[in-house]
């Protein structure tokens, strides 16, 4: 299932690029990348809710920046979870306006089979969503140097039963 959004940043591209590359050396994006999944996890007694991320080097050219990142769940269970295969990059704001605009691009696939299918059409699909916006506007919000929003009207996290 492809999953994905982009959030228009009040600072320049030249700026914002900076950020972004102090904050892929430095372990930021892994902590907005943990706080995004965690608002998202389906708490299950015995199973682990801890999260790998994993992501490339920055990259960039004159008109973008970029790198890809991977999600998945570690531990007992991680089988359990889909894993996001992802496209993070930064472009300026197309226009006249100064600005920019970072975006998310991604794909995972549903566990369990056909199961797993029916459990994204219901409902995993619009968990996916609302963490992408949830990890978009932490990562804006570093870059803007402004509070974290909510990052969108997505739905509710579900309940953590394991707490």
């Known amino acids: 299932m492809f999953v994905g959004d982009e959030v ?3 600072v320049g591209f030249a700026v914002a690029r900076e950020r ?3 904050l892929s050396e430095d372990g930021a994006l892994f902590g907005a990348s943990d706080d995004a999944y965690a608002t998202a ?3 299950v007694a015995g199973v682990s809710k801890l999260v790998r991320v994993q992501a490339r080097e ?3 050219a004159d008109l973008s920046a970029g790198m890809a ?3 998945e769940a ?3 269970g991680g089988g359990l979870f889909p894993v996001l295969d992802a496209n993070l990059t930064l472009t300026p704001a197309p226009g006249s306006g100064a600005g920019s605009v970072l975006e998310l691009a991604g794909v995972y ?4 089979g056909l199961v797993g299918q029916a459990l994204d059409r219901a409902v995993l699909h619009r968990i996916a969503a609302a963490t992408v916006r949830r990890f978009l506007a932490q990562v804006a919000a570093k870059l803007t140097d402004q509070p974290a929003r909510n990052g969108g009207d997505g739905p509710a996290s579900p309940p953590d039963t394991n707490a």
Do not use: Q, T
């Not at 696939?109 to 369990?112: A, S, V």
């Open 69 to 71: 990142l991977r999600w």
């Open 58 to 60: 920055l990259s960039w």
């Open 41 to 43: 996890r389906v708490g």
């Open 20 to 22: 972004l590359l102090r």
């Open 8 to 10: 228009r940043l009040d």
């Open 109 to 112: 696939r549903p566990p369990l």
């Open 74 to 76: 570690a531990g007992p």
